[in-house]
């Protein structure tokens, strides 16, 4: 199986609108058999940055693969990067920390009660 996708293995690209299909080169296919060596599919965030050059780069280069009828690439899957956009935090009030309530005469604070506590 190794050997199939390192002759023609491709890589998929987890995107928000589905997954996509990129063809790299031999040399990339290589190395991209070494990052995936462990695990089928990484997060972005995992990746090394050279790594995700090297994605960025194939993905700007466009190098697309077509799907099947069914959806699936008709090569061998070296590996699948998550590359979902972060979501976006809605914005709301800015939060503040509560205001530190003083302290009432009537109520001493601890180290009084624990001295009063022994002294009675």
């Given amino acids: 199986?190794?050997?199939?996708?390192?002759a023609d293995g491709v890589l998929e690209v987890d995107t928000p609108i589905g997954p996509r299909y990129v063809q790299p080169?031999?040399?990339?296919?290589?190395?991209?058999?070494?990052t995936?060596?462990?695990?089928?599919?990484?997060?972005?965030?995992?990746?090394?940055?050279?790594?995700?050059?090297l994605i960025d780069r194939l993905w700007s280069e466009n190098k697309f693969v077509s799907v099947s009828a069914?959806?699936?690439?008709?090569?061998p899957v070296i590996g699948r990067v998550e590359r979902r956009a972060p979501a976006r935090?809605?914005?709301g009030p800015i939060r503040r920390p509560a205001a530190?309530?003083?302290?009432?005469?009537?109520?001493?604070p601890v180290a009084e009660q624990s001295r009063e506590a022994i002294s009675a």
Wanted: charged share 20%.
């Fill in 89 to 91: 935090a809605e914005l």
């Fill in 36 to 53: 995936f060596r462990h695990f089928f599919s990484l997060p972005q965030q995992v990746l090394r940055p050279w790594q995700v050059r």
């Fill in 70 to 75: 069914l959806g699936a690439p008709e090569k």
């Fill in 1 to 6: 199986m190794w050997i199939e996708k390192i």
């Fill in 100 to 108: 530190r309530k003083p302290m009432a005469a009537s109520n001493p």
């Fill in 25 to 34: 080169n031999f040399s990339q296919r290589v190395y991209l058999m070494w």
